[in-house]
């Protein structure tokens, strides 16, 4: 994923019966039916009409028909059993102990987010440990860390664009100024070997300098190139480059994995790459589902599948939490799709 820079049955039916007028030559022969052929009758004589009424009136009033004994065993009505509908699931609680975020600080325009509104969204960070942020421009660097500091959360930085290092390096390192304690890694570019923005000798080449510039600004902690589980199976160089592997992998992308196995398949591939690397440790810096889209084979986007898969994933990471950061915090309306995203990019938002 490519972030950071702008770039129950049916109701029987009723029959109205509808009450025909009875004429006075009826009713009198009604009247003269002798008893043997008449319903049961009451010995209550029937009321005396009051005077006065009209002449050709005639009271066809009858006492009520007795209510049928109940049977010793009556049968059950049959009306189907009321079926409750699925319970939709929620979404899961989100257990700190290191687990990660990813974040963007942009509106759904793309324009650049405020101070306090980067405040506010870490207010929303409370079941997180760790932001992952991906880049240095709308100066983003001060405001998250300003953020981090009130919110006692750990930052995962990024540098995005690596034709411009220097630039980026320059703002991060004036960004964090003496708050490196905050940062827990550096990552320097994601996903520019899958999407092919750069070759791998590039990359590896830039993680490299920048280790440098950042170990003389007192930034001693891991610096890596964040890219997919696939380009990192391929390249294990650029694991190589880095202090651990930082793998984005996405279940949804694989038309076989359904969002209630997301969470085995990320750990599958986590291992692919730590395999493949020569036994490094590896991070799975990206992994989520989307609400809405279009659905890939078996990965069908929608809230509920969201909710799946978030669920699957933590359970898959219980205690392993710092080696996860969930993707992302809130939908990227900024964002525009390609023919690989399945008209989802947008709506990956946890909160």
């Given at each position: 994923m490519k972030t ?118 870490f207010s929303k ?171 890939n084979g078996k ?53």
């Amino acid at each position: 994923m490519k972030t950071g820079q702008r770039s129950t049955s049916a109701k029987p039916t009723l029959t109205a019966v509808r009450s025909l007028p009875i004429t006075k030559d009826a009713a009198n022969r009604i009247a003269q039916t002798p008893v043997s052929q008449s319903l049961h009758r009451s010995s209550t004589p029937a009321p005396t009409p009051p005077p006065g009424g009209n002449s050709n009136a005639v009271d066809l009033s009858l006492p009520p028909l007795p209510l049928p004994s109940p049977t010793k065993n009556p049968l059950p009505l049959s009306v189907p059993p009321l079926v409750s509908p699925p319970k939709t699931p929620g979404s899961p609680n989100f257990p700190g102990n290191g687990l990660g975020i990813c974040y963007a600080p942009y509106g759904d325009n793309g324009e650049c987010k405020t101070p306090q509104q980067v405040e506010s969204d870490f207010s929303k960070f409370g079941g997180f440990d760790t932001v992952r942020f991906y880049g240095t421009d709308c100066n983003q660097v001060p405001m998250v860390v300003a953020a981090a500091n009130k919110y006692q959360k750990k930052l995962f930085a990024g540098i995005y664009d690596i034709e411009k290092l220097d630039e980026a390096l320059h703002n991060l390192i004036q960004g964090v100024q003496s708050s490196w304690a905050l940062i827990v890694t550096v990552a320097i570019g994601n996903e520019r070997v899958n999407s092919g923005q750069s070759s791998v000798s590039e990359v590896v080449g830039s993680v490299s300098k920048a280790r440098k510039v950042l170990r003389d600004a007192g930034y001693t902690g891991p610096v890596v190139t964040v890219d997919t589980f696939n380009a990192l199976i391929a390249h294990p160089e650029l694991c190589e480059a880095s202090d651990f592997c930082a793998a984005n992998i996405h279940a949804f992308f694989d038309p076989n994995t359904e969002a209630s196995n997301a969470g085995g398949f990320v750990k599958k591939q986590q291992e692919r790459v730590s395999r493949a690397a020569g036994g490094k440790m590896t991070v799975v810096t990206e992994s989520g589902w989307p609400k809405h889209g279009n659905p890939n084979g078996k990965a069908v986007p929608s809230p509920e599948n969201h909710n799946l898969a978030l669920a699957s994933l933590l359970s898959a990471f219980k205690g392993k939490e710092r080696s996860l950061y969930l993707f992302s915090a809130f939908d990227d309306k900024w964002k525009k799709d390609n023919p690989s995203t399945f008209g989802a990019e947008k709506y990956w938002g946890i909160l």
